[in-house]
Nanobody, 123 residues
């Protein structure tokens, strides 16, 4: 069983940075590819980044490449999302998700999803 809990969200000024964490309390984290998604107020949920089971392959939304970095530590059952040069348009609830074996850019294809953490970027 996979149980995902996001943390690290908060209020940050434009240009600032945050690192989100997503911890899995289960025992099979290393069997799952992980993804980050976000949903701003009044917007559709969108893909942010994903990482393969062993962490060797990453994928990013084109608009976020260079500012966001996804990583994972299988020993700690945790996936991270480092966000730099944050802008007000990055304000959203950020969700992590787990998918057996292969990652996807489609939220509904993930097997498990967290409750989300709010990121607010002030101008």
């Amino acid at each position: 069983q996979v149980q995902l809990v996001e943390s690290g969200g908060g209020l940050v000024q434009a240009g600032g940075s945050l690192r989100l964490s997503c911890a899995d309390s289960g025992r099979t984290f290393s069997n799952y590819a992980m993804g980050w998604f976000r949903q701003g107020s009044g917007k559709e949920r969108e893909f942010v980044a994903a990482i393969s089971v062993n962490g060797r392959i990453t994928d990013y939304a084109d608009s976020l490449k260079g500012r966001f970095t996804i990583s994972r530590d299988n020993a700690k059952n945790t996936v991270y999302l480092r966000m730099n040069s944050l802008q007000p348009e990055d304000t959203a609830v950020y969700y992590c998700a787990a998918r057996a074996r292969y990652y996807s850019r489609t939220y509904l294809e993930y097997d498990y999803r967290g409750q989300g953490t709010q990121v607010t970027v002030s101008s």
